[in-house]
């Protein structure tokens, strides 16, 4: 605001010149201000972060799997808000050694995954089936995922969470293994003449 000309601020803000000068006066504020001690801030009242906040520590889990790792799932049944600007979420925490089975974004959405602790060995494989990318990622990485790229994660001794923003206010993934992969509801037959497998492969 230091910018601002005072006489404009007067006008704009309806405030005196004594306090318009004051509003401008600091050059040095940079967007972020340290508080005394001694100044009280208003208490949050619950009513006002209902459908626009939610603490992923304590939302029901979409995913629980003992000794291995679970999912919250931000999306318009928990938090309504994310209808509204089109984006959802996810909180992803793996035990030590877990393996996240791969999958993709299955409505062709894009994720920004921030990993928030410990580290994990990533494959991303495109579309196209060639594996794109194989490194870990630690603490304070920043990953992109385009659209239908499947990705592998592997948790390191540790353990591993990431936050992910998700371009679609109600995910949804496809996993290409476990119990819920695409592959189960597939035909055996199917899967040996594609894979080239014998039939007593499981």
């Known amino acids: 605001m230091h910018l601002l000309n005072e006489w ?57 799997i003992k000794d291995a790792g679970n999912v919250v799932l931000l999306n318009t049944k928990n938090l309504p808000l994310v209808g509204q600007v089109g984006l959802g979420a996810d909180l992803v925490r793996l035990e030590g050694n877990a393996i996240c089975s791969p ?32 490194t870990v990622v630690k603490a304070g990485n920043l ?7 499947v990705v592998s994660k592997i948790a390191d001794p540790e353990g591993l969470s990431w936050f992910s923003i998700i371009t679609t206010p109600n995910p949804m993934f496809t996993h290409l293994a476990g119990s819920i992969g695409a592959w ?12 080239k497998v014998p039939a007593d492969t499981e």
């Not at 906040?53 to 889990?61: D, F, G, K, P, V």
């Not at 990953?143 to 790229?149: A, D, G, N």
């Open 103 to 134: 999958g993709f974004s299955c409505d062709s959405a894009l994720q920004v995954s921030y990993i928030v602790k410990g580290s994990r060995r990533l494959q991303v494989v495109g579309v196209d089936g060639k594996r794109v990318l194989e």
């Open 143 to 149: 990953l992109i995922v385009p659209r239908f790229y």
């Open 184 to 195: 189960k509801a597939i035909s055996p037959e199917v899967l040996q003449a594609a894979f």
């Open 8 to 64: 404009d601020v007067e006008r704009e803000w309806d405030v005196d010149n004594e306090t318009a000068k004051a509003l401008i006066g600091n050059p040095n504020g940079k967007g972020i201000v340290k508080l005394d001690a001694n100044v009280k801030m208003p208490e949050p009242k619950p009513d006002h972060r209902k459908g626009m906040a939610l603490n992923c520590e304590e939302a029901a889990l979409d995913t629980d």
